[in-house]
Antibody, heavy 120, light 110 residues
Framework: QVTLRESGPALVKPTQTLTLTCTFS??????????VSWIRQPPGKALEWLAR???????YYSTSLKTRLTISKDTSKNQVVLTMTNMDPVDTATYYC????????????WGQGTLVTVSS | QSALTQPASVSGSPGQSITISCTGT?????????VSWYQHHPGKAPKFMIY???NRPSGVSNRFSGSKSGNTASLTISGLQAEDEADYYC??????????FGGGTKLTVL
């Protein structure tokens, strides 16, 4: 059974760095074809893809946010970490991690999401 | 602004059919058969409904179907039910090896 769970601070101040952790089970990120992405949804707005890390440690970022994002994985802990620098109130959103099916290019399992509020 | 264009809202009565469009470019929707659709009830994790344009995963009702013509993909829901009321998002693989999301469509079952 595949599960993913996001964790991190619920509140961060403007200019701070956000660190989110996705802890997953039911698959290994060292297995060929396995990938994990981060997606966010600001309140009342659309889903937005942020980043992806693949089994071979290839990394991909949203063009508009790539200067602020870093994605990494710890295969031994079954975790993927996303850091976003210079947080702003517009970054207030629910952040999801999801497993990405590389073969068919879709998200087959999602976490429940974690709400991050950026406010002083 | 989202990379893929969807109508902000659609509505239909129970039993009717509706179609949600998703328009991109030749660098995403038109260039690959990697369009997927997600159903999102507020407060819950999104659920994938269609992958590779028209494939339905096991467990998804056959009332949901997908298609594509040129740079526009479509999701059709037939026999609308109250439980179908949700937000729907399309995504497409892109030439940059990234994912583009649509802006989302709110489906209201009247």
């Amino acid at each position: 059974q595949v599960t993913l769970r996001e964790s991190g601070p619920a509140l961060v101040k403007p200019t701070q760095t956000l660190t989110l952790t996705c802890t997953f089970s039911g698959f290994s990120l060292s297995t060929s074809g396995m990938c994990v992405s981060w997606i966010r949804q600001p309140p009342g707005k659309a889903l937005e893809w942020l980043a992806r890390i693949d089994w071979d440690d290839d990394k991909y970022y949203s063009t508009s946010l790539k200067t602020r994002l870093t994605i990494s994985k710890d295969t031994s802990k079954n975790q993927v970490v996303l850091t976003m620098t210079n947080m702003d109130p517009v970054d207030t959103a629910t952040y999801y991690c999801a497993r990405y099916n590389w073969g068919s290019r879709y998200f087959d399992y999602w976490g429940q999401g974690t709400l991050v509020t950026v406010s002083s | 602004q989202s990379a893929l264009t969807q109508p902000a809202s659609v509505s239909g009565s129970p039993g009717q059919s509706i179609t949600i469009s998703c328009t991109g470019t030749s660098s995403d929707v038109g260039g690959y058969n990697y369009v997927s659709w997600y159903q999102h009830h507020p407060g819950k994790a999104p659920k994938f409904m269609i992958y590779e344009v028209s494939n339905r995963p096991s467990g998804v009702s056959n009332r949901f179907s997908g298609s594509k013509s040129g740079n526009t993909a479509s999701l059709t829901i037939s026999g609308l039910q109250a439980e179908d009321e949700a937000d729907y998002y399309c995504t497409s693989y892109t030439s940059s090896n990234t994912l583009a999301f649509g802006g989302g469509t709110k489906l209201t079952v009247l």
